[in-house]
């Protein structure tokens, strides 16, 4: 069975950086896209970031292209996101899920229970 566990959220002061994990289990892990989704208070979940199966290709949100990076292990079935220069609008509950291609829906649901990043000075 698919399991994805994410880690690494905290709490951090405005410019700060954090880098959370996603650990994958049950999934041949190269042959799809990964992605970053994130849900903040009184707002709906968003996309954050994708990669695409080799590591070679990623779409950012607006918002963060400068300041997230994300990345991807296909030997240790495990993918990443570097924030740096955090903000507070950053503040919100971090997921991981997978994709069929680089462009499609995202299929690990129901979602899992992600790592809560909070940045606040």
């Known amino acids: 069975q698919v399991q994805l566990v994410e880690s690494g959220g905290g709490l951090v002061q405005p410019g700060g950086s954090l880098r959370l994990s996603c650990e994958v289990f049950g999934l041949t892990f190269s042959r799809y896209a990964m992605s970053w989704y994130r849900q903040a208070p009184g707002k709906e979940r968003e996309l954050v970031a994708i990669?695409?199966?080799?590591?070679?290709?990623?779409n950012y949100e607006d918002s963060v292209k400068g300041r997230f990076t994300i990345s991807r292990d296909n030997t240790k079935n495990m993918s990443f996101l570097q924030m740096n220069s955090l903000k507070p609008e950053d503040t919100a509950m971090y997921y991981c899920?997978?994709?069929?291609?680089?462009?499609?829906?995202?299929?690990?649901?129901?979602w899992g229970q992600g790592t809560q990043v909070t940045v606040s000075s």
């Open positions: 990669i695409n199966r080799l590591g070679g290709v990623t």
């Open positions: 899920n997978y994709h069929d291609g680089f462009n499609g829906s995202p299929r690990y649901f129901p």
